[in-house]
């Protein structure tokens, strides 16, 4: 099966259907949240809901029934503690179940781990977690793929703290080095850290310059914002270009409950039952301001 043939959804999404989908995942993180005695790294998911909304109902190219086609798209989660998230969307997407999910999430030999494993659960394509690796994973998938003539994408989700770590940009230099068009990068750029907002602690501005120092080409938008997703994976150059792309998505920690954005303390943590009460009227609230 070509590129051209192999499947995103059964039929493209409209941007609408796609804010919807956004908004049923973030209803599902909040009840997971509310349902799993751990801590859930739910800011970081709620700012990325977006991005993974347009990337495995619009942008990926693949099967959720045939998952080793060689002409599949990889997708690499660098920012592996947004895993729940990811499994989420793909359980939306129809690789798995949304109940088995909650069921077993973080339990011990639980295929839905806090970080995820692709020797766990089929669909994964890199075992990930410890920050700053995603992005080299994903420049040898890349490498690899153009090696064997192969035209699939390699997209890889980074959080823009991991960004400090000087393994992504040496990543990112050996992508331009090879010309790696076939690479895509989407940083999660809420601008915060686990205890701090990012730039108290790292001078990451001006960053999008700082990508295109590398020689990559940058796509700056407001990663809310699902035309702008869409338009930036409808605009992405073809995969034998010699350019690898980073998209650059303007984000808020914990986006869609007031209490939570902007605040340090929901880097992680768990909701009671008033809490997630009050955290749903107020996903409800946000979703109805912006759709006046």
Not at 49 to 62: M, N, S
Not at 113 to 124: A, N
Not at 149 to 154: F, I, K, M, N
């Amino acid at each position: 099966m070509s590129r051209s043939t192999l499947p995103t959804a059964e039929e493209p999404h409209t941007v609408a259907e796609l804010e919807d989908l956004a908004f049923e995942l973030r209803s599902k993180l909040l009840e997971l949240c509310g349902t799993y005695e751990g801590a859930v790294h739910i800011g970081g998911d709620l700012s990325a809901a977006d991005i993974f909304t347009a990337l495995f109902h619009y942008g990926l190219h693949v099967d959720p029934t045939d998952l080793r086609n060689p002409a599949r798209d990889r997708f690499v989660l660098s920012k592996g503690h947004a895993a729940v998230c990811m499994y989420i969307t793909m359980a939306m997407r129809g690789f798995f179940s949304y109940e088995g999910i909650v069921e077993t999430y973080g339990q011990l030999d639980s295929a839905y781990g806090m970080h995820p494993c692709k020797v766990q659960l089929p669909g994964v394509e890199a075992s990930t977690g410890s920050l700053g690796h995603g992005l080299p994973i994903a420049v040898g998938m890349a490498l690899s793929a153009r090696g064997r003539g192969e035209s699939h994408r390699v997209v890889t989700l980074l959080g823009d703290g991991e960004t400090g770590e000087g393994s992504v940009w040496e990543a990112a230099m050996a992508a331009r080095s090879n010309k790696l068009g076939n690479l895509v990068a989407f940083v999660d750029r809420n601008r915060q850290l686990m205890t701090s907002f990012a730039e108290e602690r790292v001078v990451f501005e001006p960053y999008p310059d700082k990508w295109a120092a590398f020689g990559w080409n940058v796509v700056h938008i407001d990663g809310h914002d699902m035309a702008q997703l869409v338009e930036a994976i409808d605009a992405l150059p073809p995969t034998d270009s010699d350019r690898p792309t980073v998209v650059v998505c303007e984000t808020v920690k914990g986006k869609g409950v007031d209490f939570m954005e902007h605040n340090l303390a929901w880097h992680a943590g768990s909701l009671g039952a008033a809490d997630l009460e009050r955290a749903m009227a107020a996903l409800l609230a946000s979703r109805e301001k912006e759709s006046v």
